[in-house]
T-cell receptor
């Protein structure tokens, strides 16, 4: 199956600092990638749609100035959590569909962010 | 009403039994349906995809889709302890996936 690699898998940062998470499609080109957030014992909530070469589309209630998304190439999207606070601590997961817009998504390994 | 609803868990079955997981969705124009398995602390992994009405079988797994009833299910035959995980139902429209809250399955040896 297609491989989506996400890095880092785990990060602990101090409140007020910024953290960058990378999502790479290793064996296919992804014009679109999705970023999700998952709190403990809850489902995945879509944060934003990352579009190669254009601005990301954010879901309602997600602060675009806080969660910066850059999709500069067909294989890489980054999510930067700026001025992180403890309430931003969560499991962040990226995904990309390989074969078409409504086909199954391949997920990265996820990033466990802890803000102290 | 949630866009994607799954039967509340947790669900516990003995080893070798059939586990039945259910999901309903609200958007009648939905075209693509998926079941993912998620182990604690890990990302979801695809189990089954189904796009048309009827049954789709893959090994011990069978997905069933009924678009008229807006219902999709997953049956796991001969359940194994390694099947113990949270199962997420996902509905995809225009590339966006909406997930249910998940059903946690425990298969007891």
């Amino acid at each position: 199956g297609a491989v989506v690699s996400q890095h880092p898998s785990r990060v602990i940062c101090k409140s007020g600092t910024s953290v960058k998470i990378e999502c790479r499609s290793l064996d296919f080109q992804a014009t679109t990638m999705f970023w999700y957030r998952q709190f403990p014992k809850q489902s995945l909530m879509l944060m934003a749609t990352s579009n190669e070469g254009s601005k990301a589309t954010y879901e309602q209630g997600v602060e675009k100035d806080k969660f910066l998304i850059n999709h500069a190439s067909l294989t890489l999207s980054t999510l930067t959590v700026t001025s992180a606070h403890p309430e931003d601590s969560s499991f962040y997961i990226c995904s990309a569909p390989r074969d078409g817009f409504n086909t199954e998504a391949f997920f990265g390994q996820g990033t466990r962010l802890t803000v102290v | 009403q949630k866009e994607v609803e799954q039967n509340s868990g947790p669900l516990s079955v003995p080893e070798g039994a059939i586990a039945s997981l259910n999901c309903t969705y609200s958007d009648r124009v939905s075209q693509s349906f998926f079941w993912y398995r998620q182990y604690s602390g890990k990302s979801p992994e695809l189990i089954m995809s189904i796009y048309s009405n009827g049954d789709k079988e893959d090994g011990r797994f069978t997905a069933q889709l009924n678009k008229a009833s807006q219902y999709v299910s997953l049956l796991i035959r001969d359940s194994q302890p390694s099947d113990s995980a949270t199962y997420l139902c996902a509905v995809t429209n225009a590339g966006k996936s909406t997930f249910g809250d998940g059903t946690t399955l425990t298969v007891k040896p």
